[in-house]
T-cell receptor, first 115, second 115 residues
């Protein structure tokens, strides 16, 4: 049973428009969430994170929104650029558990930004 | 500064064999985590090592094991390989186990194919 789900395996967006990637989780113990980006033949790179005490975190073109009641988070990329084309992974952790490294990842969403 | 390196990058084995994968963390990083990525399953946490000690372990059978050396380099071993072990194995390093907020840096992975 996947505790972190990314239901859209792929997403195509026109350059300059907004990309919205979604992630749902089922484990109520998760209270820290991260997004990673992965290019082919490379390992994932950290993008942005959010703790459950916040509902929004922004870093440049990237904003993550957290809806705790719906157990849902989303990553917004505005404006989207062709270089953003990659697989995006959502990850979650029970921050206070002590198992800080035991991230649970979603299956990823392939974002393609069309020029 | 060099990133996380993993060797070999690609590996083909047959069922029943065993395999050892190697990870060299970023210089100065002492925490190493391993993840398995399979199609449709996202990244699944295998284990984390710090100061030559396993700190956390994911939900994998005992066929999966690892170790860390005094120079922080880590190896993982899979014995009695099964077809389902075919995956991309990713290693990530960080300065210390610290908290989940401390960024982990991923290597490019070792792609294992079991025939």
């Amino acid at each position: 049973d996947q505790q972190v789900k990314q239901n859209s395996p792929s997403l195509s967006v026109q350059e300059g428009r907004i990309s919205i990637l979604n992630c749902d989780y089922t484990n109520s113990m998760f209270d820290y969430f991260l997004w990673y980006k992965k290019y082919p033949a490379e390992g994932p790179t950290f993008l942005i994170s959010i703790s459950s005490i916040k509902d929004k975190n922004e870093d440049g073109r990237f904003t993550v929104f957290l809806n705790k009641s719906a157990k849902h988070l989303s990553l917004h990329i505005v404006p989207s650029q062709p270089g953003d084309s990659a697989v995006y992974f959502c990850a979650a952790s029970p921050f206070s558990s002590g198992s800080a490294r035991q991230l649970t990842f979603g299956s990823g969403t392939q974002l393609t930004v069309l020029p | 500064k060099a990133g996380v390196t993993q060797t070999p990058r690609y590996l083909i084995k047959t069922r029943g064999q065993q395999v050892t994968l190697s990870c060299s963390p970023i210089s100065g990083h002492r925490s190493v985590s391993w993840y398995q990525q399979t199609p449709g399953q996202g990244l699944q946490f295998l284990f984390e090592y710090f100061s030559e000690t396993q700190r956390n372990k994911g939900n994998f059978p005992g066929r999966f094991s690892g170790r860390q050396f005094s120079n922080s380099r880590s190896e993982m071993n899979v014995s009695t390989l099964e077809l389902g072990d075919s995956a991309l194995y990713l290693c990530a390093s960080s300065l210390t186990p610290g908290t989940v907020q401390e960024t982990q840096y991923f290597g490019p992975g070792t792609r294992l194919l079991v025939l």
